[in-house]
């Protein structure tokens, strides 16, 4: 089993990566939590795979389990299912001393968080992230967040969960496009901060060989947002570089209404998009929109989007986090893994869409 500690101030907890760990996932929670009661919170796609397999291995090790089961999409990430998931737990007559556990991608990652924060003021929870955008990426730094029908994310905050489960070999159970979706976001840490994995999913020869190194291109990543939480847990300098492409990707998962585009197909269009215009403008190393455009469609993600309406692209950019005041952090590269934060005035995004 490889394993990762984030290491913080406040909060610090182990991440856990090994091909077939959902097979002891009982035993591996029996070793770090003496909690009663544990809720299970995941959606119907991830329910018919694995949510009776969890609730079982816990109940064979003497937890008593309830388990919430949504309907998928970024669309349970809203205020009207978070009220749902408050009254069922508190009808299961959960405590602060008692544990919750987000078993989904990045969707139930987010809403479960929010709701262990919140809920009497903190529950521990639990991450067994079950897609690889969460289980690379969301999971990982405490990031918790719901939806406003004006944008993602918009009401969130920073809560840590006790540990992170991954089992790669969940992976194979999901849709091919979520694979890829995922996808999106390991070419994301090879921009910002690693060529070297870049140049690896370059090499890999097709989807058996992709999984054969699924395990490592994991730990690498996780080493990578590891590195970059810890050195920066609110997301106020070194962390924003998390955010490549996704300035540009949420305004166009919020342009069409989350039914287009999944979060990492977003970022696909994100990544390049901003990297053709900072080539353009002399910011970037020539040749690495070239190079991003050939591995973007290696794992089938667009990678062209054109705008009918910019003004309302402009409108959810201007809802982004990432805005300070009259500017907002952008971030671009220097090249292939090296990623910079470039802080420019909210009227000059223009040019990079």
Same mark, same amino acid.
């Given at each position: ?25 009982g ?11 544990i ?11 694995y ?47 008692d ?8 969707v ?7 709701a ?6 903190g ?25 406003l ?22 992976? @194979? ?8 979706? !995922?996808?999106? =976001?390991? *070419? &994301?840490?090879?921009?910002? /901060?690693? $060529? ?31 590195e ?9 300098g070194d ?12 305004a ?24 053709? @215009?900072?080539?353009d ?5 020539? !040749?690495?929109? =070239?190079? *991003? &455009?050939?591995?973007?469609? /290696?794992? $089938? ?8 309406d ?9 809802l982004?986090?990432?805005n ?30």
């Amino acid at each position: 089993m490889k394993e990762l500690g984030i290491n913080l101030i406040e909060n610090s907890y182990p991440i856990y990566i090994k091909k077939g760990l959902i097979d002891s996932i009982g035993e591996e929670i029996k070793k770090i939590s003496t909690n009663k009661k544990i809720a299970i919170i995941t959606d119907e796609n991830v329910d018919k795979f694995y949510g009776e397999k969890v609730k079982n291995k816990l109940e064979e090790n003497n937890f008593e389990v309830f388990k919430i089961v949504l309907k998928p999409g970024e669309k349970s990430k809203s205020f009207d299912v978070l009220l749902k998931v408050y009254d069922k737990l508190l009808d299961f007559g959960i405590t602060r001393g008692d544990l919750i556990i987000a078993l989904g991608g990045g969707v139930i990652g987010d809403l479960t968080g929010f709701a262990a924060a919140t809920l009497l003021r903190g529950i521990p929870f639990i991450q067994i992230p079950t897609s690889l955008l969460a289980q690379i990426d969301s999971s990982i730094g405490g990031k918790v967040a719901v939806d406003l029908p004006r944008g993602k994310n918009l009401v969130g905050n920073f809560y840590h969960p006790k540990a992170v489960f991954i089992d790669p070999n969940v992976l @194979k159970t999901l849709d091919k496009r979520f694979l890829y979706d !995922g996808m999106a =976001e390991v *070419i &994301k840490y090879g921009c910002i /901060k690693d $060529k070297n994995l870049f140049d690896d999913l370059l090499k890999y020869d097709g989807e058996e060989d992709l999984f054969y190194h699924m395990e490592d291109i994991i730990y690498a990543c996780c080493s990578i947002k590891k590195e970059v939480v810890e050195k920066d847990e609110k997301d106020t300098g070194d962390r924003m570089l998390l955010n490549f492409g996704h300035t540009i990707g949420h305004a166009i998962e919020k342009y069409f209404n989350f039914e287009k585009y999944t979060h990492g197909e977003a970022v696909a269009l994100g990544m390049y998009a901003i990297t053709k @215009k900072s080539e353009d403008m002399g910011i970037t190393k020539k !040749g690495t929109c =070239e190079n *991003i &455009k050939h591995i973007l469609k /290696k794992y $089938k993600l667009q990678y062209k989007i054109n705008f009918e309406d910019k003004d309302k692209i402009l409108e959810a950019i201007n809802l982004d986090k990432k805005n300070k005041g009259e500017f907002i952090n952008v971030i671009l590269l220097n090249y292939i893994g090296e990623g910079v934060i470039k802080k420019i005035n909210k009227e000059e995004i223009i040019k990079f869409i």
